[in-house]
């Protein structure tokens, strides 16, 4: 996938990698910018009022 071709507000599935143990996982992300093909995003999940409010930063409500 070109970074270029990303488009801000679409969704795409990339790994991202875990914060508390090793490894990562394929996860939907919301684009919030792709400026000179760096990419700023949130996770999304359906289950946010299920995480804590540390990970709530991480995330996007859907």
């Known amino acids: 996938m070109n970074p270029k071709t990303i488009k801000e ?4 599935s990339i790994y991202v990698g ?3 143990r090793a490894g990562d996982k394929g996860r939907p992300v919301v684009i919030l910018e792709n400026k000179d093909g760096i990419l ?3 996770n ?10 540390r990970n709530k930063a991480e995330y ?3």
Request: net charge neutral; hydrophobic share 45%; no cysteine.
């Open 60 to 62: 996007f409500e859907i």
């Open 44 to 53: 999304i999940t359906s289950k946010f009022n299920s995480k804590s409010n």
């Open 40 to 42: 700023h995003f949130f």
């Open 18 to 20: 875990f914060i508390e």
């Open 9 to 12: 507000n679409g969704v795409i």
